[in-house]
């Protein structure tokens, strides 16, 4: 098992850009999720989803889309960067529905000038 | 006020030492509770979760308090490879779809 995989593992957008982050998990868990992690600040959550077709949002959402329609894949979208949202961005899975005991992907790296 | 607050740290403490983090939630109907540990530039990973009764994993120990709001770990005989941030989590009521994070503390274990 791969587990979870994200691309790309860094990037660099000028502020306006829309990018897409992918997540891909191959353990058929349903529910997943996105969080981003700053310097003091812990992780927060995005967004998530506790199976295909259904999400939600999170702690912080602006700024970002989500959709689900695969178990295996959630892509988080950034509609129009901002340098607010320099950052490392982690995904998870998690076999439970509450999304206790999470696996993580290996984070992306995103620096918006 | 934070959902989940931790001492940054850093702790620094020799090989072979104990070491203990403590952690307090503020929602008082907090209903499960992990460890996680995040080496540096890396995602983090589930070190253990904390039961009401307590529990044991190796040189790790975890308890909770829940009159008090707080969550501990303890580290004994500390190896090399415990230098790490140890993050704790907190799930806020039994159904909820989201987990909250501390900071973090971090401990550099010293030869």
């Known amino acids: 098992n791969a587990g979870v995989t994200q691309t790309p593992k860094f990037q660099v957008l000028k502020t306006g850009q829309s990018m897409t982050l992918q997540c891909a998990q191959d353990?058929?868990?349903?529910?997943m999720s996105w969080y981003r992690q700053d310097p003091g600040m812990g992780l927060r959550l995005i967004h998530y989803?506790?199976?295909?077709?259904?999400?939600d949002q999170g702690e912080v959402p602006n700024g970002y889309n989500v959709s689900r329609s695969t178990t295996e894949d959630f892509p988080l979208r950034l509609l129009s960067a901002a340098p607010s949202q320099t950052s490392v961005y982690f995904c998870?899975?998690?076999?439970?529905?509450?999304?206790?005991?999470?696996?993580f992907g290996p984070g992306t790296r995103l620096t918006v000038t | 006020r934070k959902e989940v607050e931790q001492d940054p740290g850093p702790f620094n403490v020799p090989e072979g030492a104990t070491v203990a983090f403590n952690c307090t939630y503020s929602?008082?109907?907090?209903?499960?509770f992990f460890w996680y540990r995040q080496d540096c530039r890396k995602e983090p990973k589930l070190l253990m979760s904390?039961?009401?009764s307590g529990n044991e994993d190796g040189r790790f120990t975890a308890q909770l308090n829940r009159a008090s709001q707080y969550i501990s770990l303890l580290i004994r005989d500390s190896k090399l490879s415990d230098s790490a941030t140890y993050l704790c989590?907190?799930?806020?009521?039994?159904?909820?779809?989201?987990?909250?994070f501390g900071t973090g503390t971090r401990l550099t274990v010293i030869p």
């Open positions: 989803s506790v199976g295909a077709g259904i999400t």
């Open positions: 998870a899975s998690s076999y439970s529905r509450d999304g206790a005991q999470q696996y």
């Open positions: 989590v907190v799930t806020p009521r039994t159904g909820a779809n989201n987990l909250f």
């Open positions: 353990m058929n868990h349903e529910y």
């Open positions: 929602n008082s109907a907090s209903q499960s």
């Open positions: 904390v039961y009401s």
